[in-house]
Nanobody
Framework: QLLLVESGGGVVQPGGSLTLSCTGS????????IGWFRQAPGKGREGVSC????????RYSDSVRDRFTISRDNAKKTVYLQMNSLKPEDTAVYYC??????????????????WGQGTQVTVST
């Protein structure tokens, strides 16, 4: 069982930045692909970004590309999502998810086995 804990959410003004963290609970964290998802009120869960177990490959949705950056520190069992130039439409609960895999990651919710509890991000004046 892999437990994931997100942190770093909060309230920020438009144009501001936040960094989210996703920390895993077990060894061999470096064998898991990690994805970041978000869910706004009344909407479905959307894939934002993902990173391969090694950290050498990443994917981004069109809505966040060039504004968000995903990275990982496997020694710390943590994946980060650096979010810049935040917009009100980025407001959502952000979740991280994991799958034990050596293949390319995806932004599909059904591909992941383990989920965190989420952290709220609010972009507002």
């Amino acid at each position: 069982q892999l437990l994931l804990v997100e942190s770093g959410g909060g309230v920020v003004q438009p144009g501001g930045s936040l960094t989210l963290s996703c920390t895993g609970s077990r060894d061999r964290f470096d064998s898991y692909a990690i994805g970041w998802f978000r869910q706004a009120p009344g909407k479905g869960r959307e894939g934002v970004s993902c990173i391969r177990h090694s950290g050498f490959n990443a994917r981004y949705s069109d809505s966040v590309r060039d504004r968000f950056t995903i990275s990982r520190d496997n020694a710390k069992k943590t994946v980060y999502l650096q979010m810049n130039s935040l917009k009100p439409e980025d407001t959502a609960v952000y979740y991280c998810a994991a799958r034990h895999s050596s293949f390319e990651c995806t932004n599909s919710t059904t591909w992941y086995n383990y989920w965190g509890q989420g952290t709220q991000v609010t972009v507002s004046t």
